[in-house]
């Protein structure tokens, strides 16, 4: 790889360059590529075995089965993009626990001038908006913004990987996974200083290991708690 190609590109040779010749455990190589969707290198399928998501499709929410083929699963967003949903979804609840007391009365020029809004809103949507709808989903980011997002700042992302993410994920539940993560994540990162890929982030790779050295310790105590 020239020295000089864009560093996603490097990052990803780099990546093959480590999986190449290694034949991990079924649970570590679970995490290997819980970690390569994180960093945007592999597509995400399915909810995996044990996570929250999956958890909660096994509980029945009516007696009506789902639309659709038993046994599918739509895939799962983003931990990030579930934490901004939820997030919106807590908002709008909120909003709409308000009466029409809590509210101080309009004057009528002031109703006139909503009442056009939403119409118009109503005309553009074919719906009307109003308190309590259910905000819009959020959107995943794709593999090319998680890779650009991993290698603006590995060391924010890693923080992310090692708590919502890893519980998103269900790796929190695994004895291995929780065990063994750091140690696979410290072993990539190490691999690509060593090879010097990536010369120009050695130092943003070196921050990064920080925060794994804290996940090896972090990582099984928070697993014990939640057992």
């Not at 029409?100 to 949507?125: F, L």
């Amino acid at each position: 790889m020239p020295p000089n190609a864009p560093r996603e590109e490097r990052f990803t040779q780099i990546m093959i360059d480590f999986q190449t010749d290694r034949n991990f455990p079924r649970s570590i190589q679970s995490v290997h590529d819980n970690f390569r969707i994180f960093c945007g290198l592999l597509e995400q399928v399915q909810n995996p075995p044990g996570s929250k998501r999956a958890r909660r499709k096994k509980k029945p929410n009516s007696d009506h089965e789902m639309d659709g083929p038993e046994g599918e699963q739509e895939p799962e967003a983003d931990a990030e993009a579930d934490a901004y949903a939820d997030a919106e979804q807590e908002a709008g609840d909120a909003r709409s626990n308000f009466s029409d007391d809590d509210e101080p009365p309009a004057s009528p020029d002031h109703n006139k001038e909503e009442t056009a809004e939403e119409e118009a809103a109503a005309t553009t949507t074919g719906k009307r908006s109003g308190f309590g709808e259910k905000p819009p989903k959020a959107v995943p980011w794709s593999n090319g913004e998680k890779l650009d997002r991993f290698l603006d700042n590995p060391e924010a992302m890693l923080k992310l990987f090692f708590s919502h993410y890893s519980y998103e994920r269900g790796m929190i539940w695994d004895i291995e996974k929780r065990r063994y993560a750091p140690l696979l994540v410290k072993f990539i990162l190490e691999y690509i200083i060593r090879h010097g890929t990536l010369k120009e982030m050695k130092s943003d790779f070196e921050r990064a290991l920080k925060i794994v050295e804290r996940a090896k310790i972090e990582q099984p105590a928070v697993g014990e708690l939640a057992d």
